[in-house]
């Protein structure tokens, strides 16, 4: 049962224009989400988190989104580059500390490959 | 900076041959992680350790064992590779607190 859902498996977007990427997770405990970026033949980079005391985080071009009660998260790309072009991967986790064991390990969706054309 | 390197990025192994991957950190960090990537299924752990000597079964522990013998090195054994062990294979390490740092990830090729 897939914890965490990116339910596009790619998305289009225009250079200059809004890219959103799309996350939902179904497990309530989960209290920390980040987003990584992947380029092929590379390791993920890890782009922007978001804690679940917070409804927003921003960093430059790139802004997260949390609605807790829609157990739903966003990235928005503004304005999209094509250098931007690469698959995204939505994660969370449960309790961000150090609670040892599985407890703070990432859960990942399956993510979103965004083509940014110019 | 900081930094996950895992020993080989590209390899073409045979079937029922026994595969290493070495991955080493150098952040001091006690979480290691096993990943592997392939498309459509996105990032599956395979196995992690939280400590030295310490190492738990992830999503997909079948047909992989782990070593963790010093607190920056964790290996990733296939006794007896398979094709459907074709795959990109990323190791991962991070503190108690904080985020996931990836190493550039080894494409292992079973023929």
């Known amino acids: 049962d897939q914890q965490v859902k990116q339910n596009s498996p790619s998305l289009s977007v225009q250079e200059g224009r809004i890219s959103i990427l799309n996350c939902d997770y179904t497990?309530?405990?989960?209290?920390?989400f980040l987003w990584y970026k992947k380029y092929p033949a590379e390791g993920p980079t890890f782009l922007i988190s978001i804690s679940s005391i917070k409804d927003k985080n921003e960093d430059g071009r790139f802004t997260v989104f949390l609605n807790k009660s829609a157990k739903h998260l966003s990235l928005h790309i503004v304005p999209s580059q094509p250098g931007d072009s690469a698959v995204y991967f939505c994660?969370?986790?449960?309790?961000?500390?150090?609670?040892?064991?599985?407890?703070?390990?990432?859960?990942f969706g399956k993510g979103t490959k965004l083509s940014v054309k110019p | 900076d900081v930094k996950v390197t895992q020993s080989s990025r590209y390899l073409v192994k045979r079937t029922g041959e026994k595969v290493f991957l070495e991955c080493v950190q150098d952040m001091d960090h006690e979480n290691m992680f096993w990943y592997r990537q392939d498309p459509g299924l996105g990032l599956r752990l395979i196995y992690f350790s939280y400590d030295v000597k310490m190492k738990e079964k992830g999503d997909i522990p079948e047909g992989y064992s782990v070593s963790r013998e010093k607190k920056e090195r964790f290996s990733l054994i296939l006794e007896s590779a398979s094709t459907n062990q074709t795959s990109m294979y990323l190791c991962?390490?991070?503190?108690?607190?904080?985020?996931?740092?990836f190493g550039e990830g080894s494409r292992l090729t079973v023929l």
């Open positions: 497990n309530s405990m989960f209290d920390y």
């Open positions: 994660a969370a986790t449960r309790g961000w500390g150090n609670y040892g064991g599985s407890q703070g390990n990432l859960i």
């Open positions: 991962a390490s991070k503190t108690g607190v904080g985020e996931l740092f």
